[in-house]
């Protein structure tokens, strides 16, 4: 950069390790750029993970005025042979068919890895003038397989084979033998056919295919993972902020003596933040910006933010610390549910200014007392209008920082998302209706049902009714029978 080149804009960047391990990058080189992915379709997905490879089933539209059904029915054909019955097939030939419907009704994608070496390569997202970055696991390059044109040769080849077997079995003719000694082979001899294309692919096709499970973009799941690509660890104090003197005993640490003698360390800011809301259980941003220290010096607004990103939540403009913080160990219900349900109180007072705790107990499913001790840690009861938040909203915060607010709104509304999921699962039935005892009815008497023959008519009843009351007025003692028990009678 030259000297007389003005700085336009600084621009913090941070590093993400949350996905690390498991990042790729799919490339597809042979599908155009003006195509996106949103209306394909991913019928089955699967891996290989110690070789890294890729493979899935993109399904095709048979019924579209571009498709050809003949041509794919004639694929199938040629691929799987003809089709069995639909009562008479075979599950295990069902599973080794390429293609179960008997037409060519999707396209297959294999991955291979251009670039080996993928160490040097992150995946950047730019927000609120903030660069987090992640680095990669590697880059595949997906293109489509033809691997169905190979079963066709082999079914050409078995047909072949079957049709010679049927002739006049011929006598075998003499053969030479030739016996070899193998020699012992070398450590070098050994590594060089280790790293030959023919053993290279042989270990590919030994290993198993594994079953993935594949996530639309526009998902909740897809949403938590993005959540992923922005830094946790972005506390201010980097080497290139420090003073003279502080980045010289960076570089050069202190003897022993020194070292022993030296203060303890004080916590982290993250680790402050965490330790103030679950003691305070909810505080305003002015409150932590006040109470927070950084080095006996208080602590900028830009840091304050970044670390309450990384350890706590936003409600309403206040900070609660996460969920994750508070139940870490088992109670009368797992931490799981403690977490999910405290999320969902939470959403809750984003949406609305009170909450009842009656509809917050038939929600989450656990024991009263629990979910009183969720509504203690973040609210308080108002006889007038319910449970409100401890705080009054600091509607100042959500004016002066939008972009976090928002960002906070769309955490809560995907973990409402997954709680609603959650409760999905939970309903589903999990065992077996019992048989009923009473007779089979068939479907004619139940759109025609017939007269029972001891139904009583109206002229009967109103018979019995009025000498029921002729009884019961003559001086003879009758029982007192409510209103409920007669009308179960």
């Known amino acids: 950069m030259e000297e007389e080149d003005p700085v336009v804009q600084e621009i913090p960047v941070f590093l993400s390790q949350a996905l690390a391990e498991h990042l790729y990058i799919y490339q597809y080189p042979v599908r155009p750029a003006n195509r996106d992915w949103k209306d394909v379709k991913v019928t089955n997905a699967s891996i290989k993970p110690k070789n890294h490879i890729v493979r899935m089933e993109i399904g095709l539209d048979t019924y579209s005025d571009k498709y050809c059904p003949s041509k794919g029915e004639q694929i199938a054909l040629n691929t799987d042979g003809p ?277 917050i107990a038939a929600a989450v499913r656990l024991p009263p007392q629990e979910v009183l001790e969720i509504l203690r840690s973040v609210a308080k009861y108002n006889p007038k209008t319910g449970w409100e938040l401890l705080l009054p909203p600091d509607t100042s915060f959500e004016a002066k920082y939008p972009d976090l607010v928002q960002r906070q709104n769309h955490y809560w509304e995907a973990r409402q998302r997954q709680f609603n999921e959650m409760l999905i699962g939970e309903n589903a039935p999990k065992r077996q209706r019992k048989k009923s005892q009473r007779d089979s009815v068939s479907s004619d008497t139940m759109m025609s049902p017939k007269l029972r023959h001891n139904s009583v008519s109206e002229e009967d009843s109103e018979r019995k009714r009025h000498k029921n009351k002729s009884v019961s007025g003559s001086g003879k003692r009758t029982r007192n029978i409510s209103s409920s028990s007669v009308t179960d009678t």
């Open 83 to 359: 089709q069995e019955s639909r009562y008479m097939k075979d599950k295990e030939r069902e599973r080794s068919q390429y293609f179960r419907d008997g037409i060519m009704d999707k396209i297959v994608y294999e991955s291979s890895s251009p670039c080996v070496e993928s160490q040097h390569y992150a995946v950047a997202i730019l927000q609120d003038k903030e660069l987090h970055c992640t680095p990669i696991q590697g880059i595949l390059q997906l293109r489509p397989s033809y691997s169905y044109f190979d079963k066709q040769d082999k079914r050409k080849a078995d047909k072949s084979k079957t049709e010679n077997s049927d002739d006049e079995e011929k006598e075998p003719e003499a053969q030479q033998v030739t016996v070899k000694f193998e020699r012992v082979e070398t450590d070098v001899a050994k590594k060089a056919r280790e790293k030959s294309y023919e053993s290279v692919s042989q270990r590919i096709a030994n290993e198993p295919w594994y079953d993935a499970l594949w996530k639309h973009s526009d998902t909740d799941h897809a949403d938590l993972e993005r959540l992923k690509l922005f830094s946790a660890n972005s506390s201010d104090g980097s080497a290139l902020t420090l003073k003279s003197a502080e980045y010289v005993r960076a570089l050069v640490p202190p003897s022993a003596d020194e070292a022993e003698m030296a203060p303890a360390k004080r916590s982290s800011l993250q680790d402050q933040i965490k330790e103030l809301l679950i003691n305070a259980k909810l505080m305003t941003f002015n409150e932590l910006r006040s109470t927070v220290r950084c080095e006996q010096r208080p602590v900028s607004e830009y840091a304050l933010l970044t670390a309450l990103g990384a350890a706590a939540c936003c409600v309403r403009g206040l900070w609660a610390p996460r969920s994750q913080e508070l139940y870490t160990r088992d109670s009368p219900a797992p931490p799981r549910l403690m977490c999910a349900a405290r999320d969902h109180v939470l959403y809750l007072f984003t949406q609305h200014s009170y909450v009842d705790r009656r509809k």
